[in-house]
């Protein structure tokens, strides 16, 4: 993994393309709902876990990235967008939305509360998780 001397984030690429920044992931939640930070904070815990395991804040988001960013996590205005990427769309209620994103699908669940960080959420992130190992 090569990590950018500027902002420190790591990337599969050497010299990989992207924006630096020097914010932090606390930066990006300095306006959210305490519900938010709690809710985060249950996700990046359990995702820590699953190694390899880095995380580092982008200009609007928390990019975790094992080998690869496989997940996403942006602060709104009214919920946290989770977008995982995956080969294939994932079925479940929990997805709000799926995008093709260089042949790949970014599947986006909204979170507003805590109470939506569950064991359902964890399976459907692992999915993410080990696709990203796999590429």
Known sequence: MWECPICKRKFKVTNQSHICTTKTVGELFVDAPDAFVLA????????QQWEPCYVGASTKAVVVTSTIAWLIIRPMKTRLDVKFYTAQPVESERVRQVRPFNNKFGNHIHIRYPEQVDEELFELLRIGFDYSIQT
């Open 40 to 47: 985060y904070d249950d996700i990046i815990q359990e995702v």
